[in-house]
Every structure is written in structure tokens, then in C-alpha cells.
């Protein structure tokens, strides 16, 4: 309970409990020591205008209040006022409720229901890639074995070969879609082993790995020496390099001179590593699109627009971030930041 002037003259072992105070340390105190440095100027202003027409209402309705501990903690409260007018005067008696487990529940709902609205969006594009990127190659297939049924009868031999051919490039391709399903579908369902992971030889053996396509397309690479080592999974992160490397030969060596680069910056709570190409760039307009499921920039069979979010599920997993950083014309840096101090939160689920 406070007076007109906003002095404490009452408390319960209730308010003891939440705040950390005994009784003899508040009474006498203005009640404002209880708010938040950066709520507390206002504070006053707010308190005397109540007492000018005071009535039982909540405080603050639509506003997020906060109480500030002795130990300077905050705590989201809730708070309920009741004038109470005596020959004395005007008090006010304040009930404070602690809503943190409130606020809690309210915040894993939140997450809860994002993450329900993004599953089904996912899903809508997953139906619609089943029914339309696996069907078009047995469509292609259909149609060429008919033209190979009708070669062959006509026993015009020299047409067959083509027809083969173009039957195994649609199967391939219908293949290749398949196995990144697969792919993704593993992220997220298998749990993490966690250790500390040197990027430096990692990236190494993805190069080397990959060294048919990168000499195929004349491509130069550049590491930086002495990449620092992240807390993670080891196969996972080796996945999250691997797919970014990919993603720059597919698309960003047109050029001439192609180049792809990877280095390191450390800032304040993050590690954070660049895949860095000079093709010919991606427009603002689809640095996020690029993440989502089945988001392909280009409409030939160079990819089936998996393999980036599959790099965005991973860093989820390990509480980091991707994204992109690109003009058009001026090539693209593809950034992955993991968290210097990576706790395993229990298992995580993103599959489809």
C-alpha cells in the first residue's frame, strides 16, 4: 500500500517473496525503486495523475510492466489498483502478481504457432513439388518411351541412343530431387553430436571432395589460413560448407575468372564464416526467398532448390543463422554465424 505520494506504508510477506526486500528495508520508500531505470522517469507523472481521479482499474492496460528485484533482476508483473479514501487521506492499494511462468508459456505458444504456420507452408510447397517437379520427369519419360517403342519398330536405330539418353537425364534428374527429400528429412531427426569442429580441415576435404567440378569449371579458390573451430556437430557444419561450396559452383562461376572465396570474422557473440563468389549476383528481392523450400532463382536442372534450406535448418539446430549479401553483378556472399558458446537445447525436431 502507498500514500499520496507514492511513499510504501504497507507490505506482505507475499511482497517479500517476490521482490527479495524485508518489510523494514521498503516502508517509508517511495515506491519508484521498485520500477526499472528505464521506466522509472516517467513513473511519477503516471502516479500522480491516477491520484488525481482515482478508480480500481489495472495498471498500465496494454503495456508490458515490469518490477525490478533487490538482487536487479526484472519480473514481468501484472499489476491491479484499488483507491482506498480515509480521513488520512487517499492510498492505494497495489496487488502484484509475478506472470513470469505467464509470459513463459505465452512465449513457447508464440514459437509454437510460428513454427506450426511455417510447417504448413512448408507443406503446401512440398505437395505442390511432388505433384509438379516428380512428375514432370516421368511425364519426359512416358513420352520418350513411346518415341523409343515406335523407333524401334520402325527400326530406326539411330534415333534410339537420343532417346535413351534424354530417358536417363529425366530419371536422374527425378533421382537427384528424391535423394535431397531424403536429405532434408534427416535434418533435425538425428540427434547432434557435439564436439569442437576445425573449419579449416573440413573445408579443406570438402575441396578436395569436390575438386572434379571445381578443375571441370576452371574455378580458383581461396581460404583464409587458421579458420576457427566451432562447437557443433561435425557432419552437420561439414553439410552447412559443403552445400554453400555447391551452391557457388553451380551458380556463381559464370563468369570469367571465377573465384570462390572463404574466410572468418569473429564479432561480439557470434563466429562468423563467407562463401564468397563473383558471379553474376542475386537481387535484393530474394536474399530470404532463397532459404525457403524449394526456392530456385533459375528453372534448369542445376538444382532442386533444397540444398540451401537444408543449410538454413542446420543452423537453426545449432542456435546460428544464414544469410546473403548480394548485388546483381557484383557476385554473392553467403554468411553462416554460429554462437561462440553453443549449449545443446534437447532434441529439436524440423523435419516435413
Known amino acids: ?97 509475478d506472470i513470469t511462468k505467464r509470459k513463459a508459456l505465452e512465449d513457447r505458444i508464440r514459437h509454437s504457432t510460428n513454427h506450426i504456420q511455417q510447417k504448413n507452408l512448408e507443406m503446401e510447397q512440398f505437395v505442390y513439388t511432388v505433384s509438379h517437379d516428380l512428375k514432370s520427369p516421368l511425364v519426359t519419360s512416358s513420352g520418350f518411351l513411346g518415341l523409343l517403342k515406335e523407333d524401334i519398330a520402325a527400326q530406326r536405330y539411330d534415333k534410339v541412343a537420343d532417346s535413351v539418353g534424354r530417358l536417363e537425364r529425366a530419371n536422374s534428374r527425378m533421382n537427384q530431387l528424391i535423394d535431397d527429400l531424403l536429405q532434408l528429412s534427416r535434418v533435425g531427426r538425428i540427434k547432434l553430436e557435439v564436439e569442437d569442429v576445425a573449419i579449416s580441415s573440413l573445408i579443406k576435404a570438402i575441396i578436395e571432395n569436390l575438386s572434379a567440378q571445381i578443375q571441370e569449371k576452371s574455378v580458383t579458390t581461396s581460404v583464409m589460413d587458421n579458420l576457427p573451430s566451432v562447437r557443433g556437430d561435425r557432419k552437420r557444419i561439414y553439410q552447412v560448407f559443403e552445400n554453400l561450396i555447391i551452391n557457388a559452383l553451380k551458380y556463381g562461376v559464370e563468369g570469367s575468372n571465377p573465384l570462390i572465396t572463404i574466410g572468418s570474422e569473429l564479432a ?36 532442386t532448390g533444397v540444398g540451401l534450406t537444408i543449410v538454413s535448418r542446420i543452423m537453426q539446430l545449432h542456435g546460428g543463422r544464414v544469410w546473403v549479401e548480394s ?26
Not at 35 to 52: L, N, T
Not at 277 to 289: A, F, L, M, R, T
Open 327 to 352: 548485388e546483381i553483378g557484383q557476385g554473392a556472399t553467403f554468411w553462416v554465424a554460429f554462437p561462440k558458446n553453443f549449449i545443446l537445447q534437447g532434441d529439436y525436431d524440423y523435419e516435413l
Open 268 to 303: 561480439d557473440d557470434e563466429i562468423r564464416f563467407f562463401v564468397r563468389d563473383n558471379g553474376p549476383g542475386i537481387s535484393k528481392e530474394y536474399h530470404k526467398k532463397i532459404f525457403g523450400l524449394f526456392q530456385r532463382l533459375v528453372s534448369d536442372n542445376r538444382g
Open 1 to 97: 500500500m502507498v500514500d499520496q505520494v507514492g511513499k510504501i506504508v504497507l507490505c506482505n510477506s507475499q511482497f517479500e517473496n517476490q521482490f527479495g526486500y524485508h518489510r523494514d528495508e521498503v516502508i517509508g520508500q517511495r515506491m519508484e525503486f521498485l520500477v526499472p531505470k528505464k521506466y522509472r522517469q516517467s513513473h511519477p507523472e503516471q502516479r500522480s495523475a491516477f491520484m488525481k481521479t482515482p478508480v480500481a482499474r489495472q495498471m498500465g492496460e496494454g503495456r508490458d510492466l515490469y518490477g525490478l528485484r533487490k538482487d536487479g533482476t526484472e519480473i514481468p508483473v501484472e499489476i491491479g489498483l484499488n483507491p482506498l479514501i480515509t480521513d488520512e487521506g487517499t492510498f492505494v492499494l497495489a496487488s502484484i502478481v
